[in-house]
């Protein structure tokens, strides 16, 4: 069997643990150093709703004097089963807003803050998950450090690992279950069992897609024994365990089941399958109705807003996988694998296909990209990392050029990763608007940009500082929720501003330009841009002077 080696100093090879901190050490310091950058998406005050909604339910249960002692509950007096959201998991917002009130965060800024650190954290746990994912299907550190150092150098899960605490939080702890999952598929032990039930429930209870975790898990452990791998009663009495511990969990960190656990989730699930929005998108310049997308839309997606590092061996790894399964079964035996590095490609290509394939057969409504998705993006990156392997160990038939195929391949590799380096630190913090070269040209016109209206916070910070007034009138682009940015001002800040609907009433227009491509007819009087990758992402015009 080849090596699984990269080459590396010595002193470095000796002492893996050190590197592998260090990293993961480095990460938490530039995490902690950034995290006050990033602008108030889109979807944050109706997560933090979420949570403080759930929270003073349990409280108003469990501790009446938490919530009476605390004006901060007052706008969130809504019963939860009275709430339109509340079939939404708050296993991660409930926490969150619990931790906010100790801490006493009284102010937007502090609050909102508070929720950026707590989202880079839960994402910094996960990246250390997929470490040990890819650590131990390569069955080397270099080869887990090199998937994470490719997770963190994704653009856009990098800056949404700050601000999304929907998306990014679950595709985290999908990660961290997926690994508790790999643990407990290979050696099936009521620990493993114990662990993998706690991850399994908790990132059902962020969002019910997770539920793809148990069933994969079951039906591998099925599958192996029936193969003879482990027997029927190990794998019974651990599987047990796991489904009755899991099942109970779910229902104890999901305040909404508590009234009727089957019922309740039942309907999460339906509504999460045909979920209630109505909006437009543009896709290759079009506007289209989310419902009305058609079936490549998550597939373009994905394609034009991972780096071409990653796509390459992904397209790779994907047929090797297949086509390795496909010859296992050719062999006799009705066997998809023939070894535990295979069945772990297995799984993590069927985690990313089954829930894509979900999508299709469900007519589930995505949109503003695919950061529903984003959760099957580790899986993704282990099969391309199966791809990248293949081609670290391939070697031309010419003996020069296989003797330089390592160094060559290496190069290219560290070129291109230093180039995503130095892109994202000069888009910063607007990584999330990163497109490679498969978008084409005229990006902006093509596809939405700067969908959670980010932006808006330098182009608020701007007025701000170069406008003494007391009071500015501010219009906002078209579907635009930019006014979230001024919860990161301080309120003498926020009193200063005004928004209006208007743009005859207003002193200044900031805008996206989402719903609204073409220049302005007063274009002219631009005053600020703000740009990222080569393109302008937000324009602030002066309309009176």
Known sequence: MRSTRLP????????????????????????????????VSIDEPVSRKNGMITLRHLMMRFNP??????????????????????????AFETPVSYLERVLHLDTTKEQYLFRHLATFLVCWAGCIGFYQLARRRFNSWKWGLL??????LSPRLFAESFYNDKDAVFMALFAIAMNTGVQFILRPGWT???WHALACAITIDVRIMGVLLPAATLAILVLRVLYGEISWRRALGTTLIYVLVMTGLVVLLWPYLWSAPWENFRQAFHNMSVFRWDGQVLYFGTGMFAKDLPWHYAFVWMGITTPL??????LLGLPLILTQAVRRLRAGGLRLW??????????FLGLWLAPLLAI???????????????????????VALRGAYAIWHWRPRLPRWAKRWPQLVGGVAVVSMLTLVAQMVAAHPLQNVYFNLLAGDDVPHRFEMDYWSLSYRQGLEYVLANDSRPKINCLLGEWSSGDNNRF????????????????????YLITAYRGHQEEYEFQQKEIYQVRAFGRRVLSVFKLRW
């Not at 643990?17 to 995290?35: C, D, E, K, R």
């Not at 998937?147 to 963190?152: E, K, R």
């Not at 299709?360 to 282990?382: E, N």
């Not at 001002?489 to 743009?503: A, D, G, M, S, Y």
Request: charged share 20%.
């Open 192 to 194: 493993q069992a114990l």
């Open 8 to 39: 590396l100093p010595d002193v470095v090879a000796r002492r893996p643990w050190l590197i592998v901190s260090l990293f993961f050490l480095l990460l938490l310091v530039l995490g902690l150093s950034i995290y006050p950058d990033y602008g």
């Open 309 to 314: 590092l990653y796509v390459i061996p992904f």
């Open 338 to 347: 023939g070894s535990e590095q295979e069945l772990q490609d297995l799984l």
């Open 488 to 507: 990161l001002l301080t309120p003498e800040e926020q009193n200063r501003l005004v928004f209006v609907n208007k743009i005859e009433e207003a002193d």
């Open 65 to 90: 004097e938490f919530v009476a002692k605390d004006p901060a509950f007052q706008p969130y007096e809504m019963p939860l089963m009275e709430y339109i959201d509340r079939d939404y998991g708050v």
């Open 147 to 152: 998937g994470a150092l490719w997770l963190v």
């Open 360 to 382: 299709l057969v469900l007519h589930s409504i995505i949109y503003d990209g695919w950061r529903q998705l984003y959760f099957v993006y580790p899986a993704a990156l282990l």
